[in-house]
């Protein structure tokens, strides 16, 4: 069974200060399936955020950046859920990850904001933690004071790099994801490459 999809939102914070930063890794990810097809943003005020349109299969999928800055992400992400008529389990959120390291991504159901400041504000706006997610991990600078410094810088050649890769095998993912379903979609993106 496949999974429905209408709205992927990709977190990161507006500006072109930040736009290299880690902590843009969703943005990132939205941008690179807008330019694969082709689909132009458009600034959208009802929705607090930029907008483009693909389809799957005859479907509609919005993708979403937010234009309200991280902590405020579930203003954006409920306007157009709200206008479209778009549940949380049709909702896929993509977002930077301290907790994998550069180079992984994962999908997941529900659960936890783990202390991302933009995953809170969604569990607030949504009224819970039933909606997708897709993690993009950007490492961890081994102490938490420096959390904040990290996310906000330029990721290594290294990490971007890795990051590079993981996007590309996230976005094969999702097409897994919309045609043959979520279980074949986390084994694809969940299997180390370096083990194939």
């Not at 919005?62 to 405020?72: G, I, Q, S, Y």
Request: aromatic share 6%; proline share 6%; glycine share 12%.
């Amino acid at each position: 069974m496949t999974q429905p999809i209408r709205l992927i939102a990709g977190l990161g914070n507006p500006g072109a200060g930040y736009l290299a930063t880690r902590h843009n890794a969703g943005f990132w990810f939205v941008d690179a399936l807008a330019q694969h097809v082709g689909a132009p943003w458009k600034k959208e005020t009802r929705f607090s955020g930029e907008t483009a349109r693909l389809q799957a299969d005859g479907q509609d999928i919005w993708l979403l950046k937010p234009a309200t800055f991280m902590n405020r992400s579930g203003q954006s992400v409920r306007a157009l859920a709200d206008f479209y008529k778009i549940a949380p389990h049709e909702i896929l959120v993509v977002h930077d990850d301290l907790d994998l390291p550069a180079g992984a991504a994962r999908l997941k159901r529900g659960g936890g904001h783990g202390g991302h400041n933009g995953l809170r504000d969604i569990h607030r706006h949504l009224g819970g933690p039933d909606y997708l997610r897709l993690r993009v991990g950007i490492g961890h600078p081994g102490q938490q004071q420096e959390v904040m410094n990290y996310v906000l810088a330029k990721p290594t050649p290294e990490q971007s790099r890795a990051i590079g890769d993981a996007l590309v095998r996230a976005a094969e993912a999702l097409d897994t994801l919309l045609s043959q379903g979520w279980d074949r979609a986390c084994t694809q993106l969940h299997t180390d490459p370096a083990r194939i």
